[in-house]
């Protein structure tokens, strides 16, 4: 068997001798492989723009984050995914995929899971955000951390929201009209102009601010509503609701919703005339 002897110089007369105690140590601090390869020094690995191909088992391994640590440059990975483990990666800021071209060699950069039928598996590790491909009904699916969720479901609206600006302070539930181009204002019932309601506002917002404004859906908050029962725009009170219809001359008769319960309005506006 061939065998390599390392030797020392000795200290006193610079003469060649073996190696004598465990104090006796060879320190690499750095190597290069030529042709420009990965280069190791005391503060890791640098692969230099090298491919890493055909390796098993490869971990990088920092005691502090115990995480793939790249310094600076972008981190590349091919073939990160296996069937056996988890793999995760942390950055301090955004992860990022290039951009591509419609070529082959590109189109097929980045793969999600897939299956031949909806999944109903719960995943193994705990937490939202995954996603499976279900390639017969062509379906894209999230785990959204209790259940599947079909991306490709189209899910009626439960409410219709716009942003307008307050002309003038609101409080929650206050019934709104278009006072100005993109401007909104208490409705009320006692003028033509003030009469024509469109929403109810979601939040207290003072005036200039933005407020959102639910045109359509359930409107929650409210306290003792009549289960099934009208109620009217106010002509007496700008933004609130009544359950008796106004009488004063004058006065727009306008239906906003029906009592869902003692705390919720269905909104449902309709206009039943003006009092003469």
């Known amino acids: 068997m061939a065998q390599i002897k390392l030797l020392k110089l000795s200290a006193t007369d610079g003469v060649p001798e073996e190696f004598t105690s465990a104090s006796d140590e060879i320190t690499l601090t750095s190597f290069t492989v030529a042709g420009g390869g990965p280069v190791l020094s005391a503060t890791g690995l640098d692969l230099n723009n090298q491919d890493v191909v055909d390796v098993n088992d490869l971990a990088f391994n920092n005691p502090a984050t115990a995480t793939i640590n790249p310094t600076a440059g972008a981190l590349i990975i091919d073939n990160i995914m296996r069937k056996e ?23 097929d950069a980045f793969k ?5 039928a909806a999944p109903t598996a ?12 279900d390639n017969v009904a062509k379906n894209l699916y999230l785990w959204d951390g209790a259940e599947w969720d079909n991306l490709n479901q189209v899910v009626s609206a439960e409410a219709v929201e716009n ?19 993109d401007s909104v204002s208490k409705a009320k019932a006692d003028a033509p102009g003030t ?6 506002s979601e939040l ?7 407020a959102t404004i639910k045109t359509d859906g359930i409107v929650s908050g409210f306290s003792g509503l009549t289960a099934g029962a009208k109620y009217y725009l106010s002509g007496a009170t700008g933004g609130a609701i009544t359950a008796t219809v106004p009488t004063g001359t004058g006065h727009t008769v306008v239906l906003c919703g029906y009592a869902k319960s003692a705390t919720q309005l269905q909104i449902q506006f309709d206009y039943l005339g003006r009092r003469s």
Not at 163 to 181: G, K, N, Q
Not at 195 to 200: D, E, L
Not at 204 to 210: G, Q
């Open 195 to 200: 009469a024509q309601p469109i929403g109810f």
């Open 85 to 107: 483990g988890a793999n995760l990666m942390t950055a301090t800021s955004d992860i990022r995929f290039p951009s591509i071209t419609d070529d082959a060699g590109e189109v």
């Open 163 to 181: 942003i307008y600006t307050a002309e003038v302070a609101l409080a929650a539930r206050d019934v709104v009209y278009i006072s100005s181009a």
């Open 204 to 210: 207290a917002v003072l005036i200039t601010d933005p």
């Open 122 to 133: 719960t995943p193994t590790n705990a937490g939202a955000g995954y996603l499976v491909y």
């Open 112 to 116: 999600i899971p897939e299956l031949a």
